[in-house]
Nanobody
Framework: QVRLQESGGGSVQAGGSLRLSCVPSGYGYANRCQAWFRRAPGKEREGVAVIQRGTVTHYGDFVKGRFTISRDTSNNGLFLQMSDLQPEDTAIYYC?????????????????????WGQGTQVTVSS
């Protein structure tokens, strides 16, 4: 059974930083399409960042260079380094994993591309 466990969320002030981690278990697919999504209060879940085809990355337009997605190829762990956080970044952040090297949606980051999801970790940014 595949399980994705996120950690690293918390409460920070505007301008602060957080590093999210996602540790998979039972997921034996190396270098597949993996991503971070988020759901803000009252909004639909949206793609934050995706990594696929080994090292190709895409980010949501709102990221504007503030976040970096990366992974540990030794255990398929996934990370999201977030800096210059703003109140509008407040959301539950989810990691997601596919069984394919590339996601059909590419930079659009469609939820449909991802088979496995974590439970989410809360990020709260105060002004």
């Amino acid at each position: 059974q595949v399980r994705l466990q996120e950690s690293g969320g918390g409460s920070v002030q505007a301008g602060g930083s957080l590093r999210l981690s996602c540790v998979p278990s039972g997921y034996g697919y190396a270098n597949r399409c993996q991503a971070w999504f988020r759901r803000a209060p009252g909004k639909e879940r949206e793609g934050v960042a995706v990594i696929q085809r080994g090292t190709v990355t895409h980010y949501g337009d709102f990221v504007k260079g503030r976040f970096t997605i990366s992974r540990d190829t030794s255990n398929n762990g996934l990370f999201l380094q977030m800096s210059d956080l703003q109140p509008e970044d407040t959301a539950i952040y989810y990691c997601a994993a596919s069984t394919f090297y590339a996601c059909d949606s590419g930079s659009r980051m469609s939820e449909e591309d991802f088979r496995y999801w974590g439970q989410g970790t809360q990020v709260t940014v105060s002004s």
